[in-house]
């Protein structure tokens, strides 16, 4: 078994501590990648946070947002006792007032029991937050334990991975290829089976600032010591884009025609894998042909990068052996962006990246991360009545997930019925995803009973809740965690608990409890453990037990899968879709109502799309700049975090400042006819000429939490300016990284 490589139990006593060995994930915040920790305890209190150096990734290294893990758990606003508030003192957050856990529990079971039996446990909605562990809980807590199949992640469009992850599953039949950074192995890059990347093309992505999904930021550092290299798509000059022999700076939401000369020059200069295309890849006649209404010099006046550039980096990837593709949300936030991820699922194929050594890896395992639950709906066809099916079938069949914005048209109508509870499992959908804000704020206040479990109260909270339960951190619980929630799954890490903090509790010891009380015969588990090992890991054959002792475990990992009968169901060779290759020609997507091929969109308001519009909203802004402190809404209320990054900042070229009379350090307001927020100027060089760059999830833990000042929110939420309902023809991707707006002094 290729279990982790350590010298120590995973408890043990140095210096008057009790030291933990543990990996982080759940609150506060990374994906789920598994950073490797040693904390340090002494007489029941973390005192301070190492890295793990023996950790087969990341050797030691660790983001400063797991290093303030102290400050987080131990930081005063935190609540660590359930509370409640009478639903008529919503917005008063003054008015909660501690509870016992029964007390909550019974609230809870009682409102779900009235809710079904008056309504349909369908009027019961599970509010999913991003990328966290909670988030893998969803769609167990709403259809396993409240039999709702209506799970909601608040973003238009769900605009954060579900587009990339539907696009992988129609054209490549897979879940989303990673880059290989060698997370497969017990010893990493040493492993002689592995090759490090000749080129990484990243695309739309900041990885050392995310820590996305299934990686380590840290890794592309590690590849760029050994010789990789890189080209970069972003409108930002970022880290990755300084080290890049390439740097391409398109339009935001211009990246589709981007994509598709890259192919028109790697194809038309025959700089493919000749082979590869032959025996793998379906439609390519055609595809060959759709390419052609793209030349480079096409796509460099709508994108606005230079047509030699356009040349050079295609050719560049192409030659570069092997190659590897990494793409980031720019292709989820944009309407155009499921044919952007086909273009770049071609360029992988096409190149020869999938899944060789150094390539783009496929999952080999899959342990039902963010997919579970479903089966347990009683009866089962209750999966078909997700709400937004109807006008979004592709969107909702393929995530099975309800519709973001078919959500907020029931809350607001009550038709076809109406929804009653709503349970937010660590989603601060105000601060945080949600397009129309204050509208999502005043629908989700329709419903007649919210329970919120998070760490601390936040503006979703404060304005929407009535229930209170506190979760614990990684660092307070057991638990695993597993690239890319399972689905790619390389690399499975122990979380072991090391304190204890008030009451908090587990996401996993709330819902067994509330399993036991509403559908008993599906929940016999007495410890979180006991429900992991069985529903989680066994049947990859390990335990928690053992991913403690080891650390954690590396996927048996081979390469060429497909050439090998390992990605079928039906053991033949080939691929999970319906001609067994990868469509370049997608039968499924022609099949859900869209082109079966790429073709390039314009963003709903854009300069060439609404001139009108562009002439009172000149600038292109894209949301959702990353930091090095935050994930998503969190942490701004830890000193350490909020001391490195105090503000929230709009980067703005210099040219376009001085044009709008802005100096670097002021206030500024960003407006379109939607809304307005207010940040910080940052001047920045780096940053494209007449497109801005704002952060995203925004709220001041310091001011008054209740309504209508709710910590700021809604003066800092760059979603103030996001439509309803702009998304693409299948119903993914919302325009967050390419809207329109004006600038001004504050
Ligand atoms: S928005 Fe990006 S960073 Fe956030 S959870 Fe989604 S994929 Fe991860």
């Given at each position: ?28 915040g990374d994906h789920?990648t598994?950073a ?15 890295g ?5 990734i990341l050797k030691g290294a660790l983001p400063i947002r797991m290093l ?92 954060c991975?579900?587009?990339r ?11 989303y290829p990673e880059v290989d950074y060698a997370a497969?192995?017990?010893?990493s890059y ?5 090759t490090y990347p000749g080129c990484i093309l990243l695309w739309g992505k900041e990885p050392l600032k995310s820590n996305p999904d299934g990686f380590w930021g840290h890794s592309l550092v590690d590849m760029m010591k050994k010789g990789t290299k890189f080209i970069t798509v972003d409108p930002r000059l970022t880290f990755e884009a300084a080290n890049s022999e390439f740097w391409l700076q398109p339009r935001p939401g211009t990246d589709t025609a981007l994509a598709?000369a890259f192919?028109?020059v790697i ?29 480079p010099?096409?796509a460099a006046?709508i994108c606005g990068v230079p047509e030699e550039k356009i040349i050079g980096a295609a050719r560049f990837f192409a030659k570069s052996k092997p190659g590897a593709v990494q793409w980031g949300l720019a292709i989820d936030q944009n309407?155009?962006g499921?044919?952007l991820?086909?273009c770049l699922?071609?360029i992988m194929?096409?190149c020869?990246c999938?899944?060789?050594?150094g390539g783009n ?258 600038l292109v802004l894209s949301t959702g700049a990353r930091t090095w402190s935050y994930f998503h809404?969190?942490g701004?209320?830890?000193?350490k975090l909020r001391e490195v990054e105090p503000n929230p900042l709009v980067d703005i070229n210099p040219k376009d400042a001085k044009k709008y009379?802005i100096i670097d350090g002021d206030?500024v307001?960003l ?8 940040m910080k100027a940052s001047v920045q060089p780096g940053q494209k000429e007449g497109a801005l760059a704002a952060q995203h999830g925004w ?19 760059v ?17 967050y990284k390419c809207l329109?707006?004006?600038i001004?002094?504050?």
């Amino acid at each position: 078994m290729p279990f982790g490589k350590v010298s120590t139990p995973v408890q043990w006593e140095e210096d008057g501590y009790t030291v933990t060995r543990t990996n982080s994930w759940s609150a506060p915040g990374d994906h789920p990648t598994g950073a490797g920790m040693k904390l340090y305890v002494k007489d029941g209190i973390l005192e301070k946070v190492e890295g793990d150096p023996e950790h087969s990734i990341l050797k030691g290294a660790l983001p400063i947002r797991m290093l303030s893990l102290p400050e987080y758990v131990y930081n005063p606003d935190r609540v660590i006792y359930p509370m409640k508030r009478d639903p008529k003192k919503r917005g008063d957050n003054t008015a909660w007032e501690r509870i016992s856990w029964d007390e909550a529990y019974d609230m809870i079971v009682g409102k779900v029991k009235e809710y079904t039996e008056k309504f349909n446990s369908n009027s019961i909605i599970t509010f999913v937050g991003t990328g966290r562990e909670a988030g893998n809980w969803g769609p167990t807590i709403s259809c396993r334990v409240f039999n709702s199949p209506n799970i909601c992640y608040m973003q238009s469009g769900w605009s954060c991975y579900g587009p990339r992850m539907a696009v992988t599953s129609y054209v490549l039949g897979a879940p989303y290829p990673e880059v290989d950074y060698a997370a497969q192995f017990p010893d990493s890059y040493d492993d002689p089976r592995y090759t490090y990347p000749g080129c990484i093309l990243l695309w739309g992505k900041e990885p050392l600032k995310s820590n996305p999904d299934g990686f380590w930021g840290h890794s592309l550092v590690d590849m760029m010591k050994k010789g990789t290299k890189f080209i970069t798509v972003d409108p930002r000059l970022t880290f990755e884009a300084a080290n890049s022999e390439f740097w391409l700076q398109p339009r935001p939401g211009t990246d589709t025609a981007l994509a598709m000369a890259f192919l028109n020059v790697i194809i038309n200069e025959e700089l493919y894998d000749y082979d590869f295309v032959e025996n793998w890849t379906f439609g390519f006649e055609e595809f060959t042909k759709r390419i052609q209404d793209m030349p480079p010099a096409k796509a460099a006046e709508i994108c606005g990068v230079p047509e030699e550039k356009i040349i050079g980096a295609a050719r560049f990837f192409a030659k570069s052996k092997p190659g590897a593709v990494q793409w980031g949300l720019a292709i989820d936030q944009n309407p155009n962006g499921v044919q952007l991820g086909e273009c770049l699922i071609a360029i992988m194929a096409i190149c020869g990246c999938i899944d060789v050594p150094g390539g783009n890896v496929m999952g080999a395992i899959d342990i039902g991360g963010l997919g579970s639950g479903y089966s347990d709906l009683d009866p089962q066809d209750k999966i078909n009545e997700q709400i937004g099916v109807d006008e979004f079938p592709a969107l909702v069949r393929t995530l099975q997930f309800t519709d973001p914005d078919s959500v907020l048209d029931q809350l607001e109508s009550g038709a076809p019925f109406k929804l009653k509870m709503g349970f937010f499992t660590s989603a601060n959908a105000i601060a945080n995803p949600c397009n129309v804000p204050k509208r999502w704020e005043n629908a989700l206040n329709t419903l007649e009973f919210n329970v919120a479990t998070d760490i601390f109260i936040n503006p979703t909270i404060s304005a929407t809740c009535d229930l209170f339960l506190p979760v614990n951190t990684y660092a307070e619980r057991d638990m695993y965690v597993a690239t890319h929630y399972g689905a790619v799954g390389l690399w499975i890490g122990g979380i072991k608990k090391a304190i204890t903090v008030g009451e908090a509790k587990s996401d996993v010891e709330i819902l067994r409890t509330l399993g036991k009380k509403l559908r008993p015969e599906l929940w016999q588990y007495d410890t979180d453990v006991e429900y992991i090992n069985d529903q989680k890991l066994k049947t990859l054959g390990i335990t928690m037990e053992e991913l403690w002792e080891h650390g954690w475990w590396h996927v048996d990992y081979e390469y060429q899968k497909y050439a090998k009968g390992k990605l079928r169901a039906d053991g033949l060779p080939g691929f999970m879709t319906p001609t067994g290759k990868i469509e370049l020609y997608s039968t499924m997507i022609e099949a859900w109502g869209d082109d079966p091929m790429p073709y390039y969109k314009e963003p709903p308001t854009s300069p060439v799309s609404t001139p009108e519009y562009a002439a009172e909203y000149p600038l292109v802004l894209s949301t959702g700049a990353r930091t090095w402190s935050y994930f998503h809404s969190e942490g701004r209320m830890v000193p350490k975090l909020r001391e490195v990054e105090p503000n929230p900042l709009v980067d703005i070229n210099p040219k376009d400042a001085k044009k709008y009379g802005i100096i670097d350090g002021d206030w500024v307001w960003l407006e379109n006819s939607y809304g307005k927020c207010k940040m910080k100027a940052s001047v920045q060089p780096g940053q494209k000429e007449g497109a801005l760059a704002a952060q995203h999830g925004w709220w001041y833990p310091e001011r008054d939490a209740s309504a209508p000042e709710l910590f700021g929110v809604y003066e800092v939420n760059v979603n103030n300016l996001t439509p309803y309902k702009t998304v693409g023809v299948l119903g993914f991707g919302a325009p967050y990284k390419c809207l329109m707006c004006k600038i001004y002094k504050a």
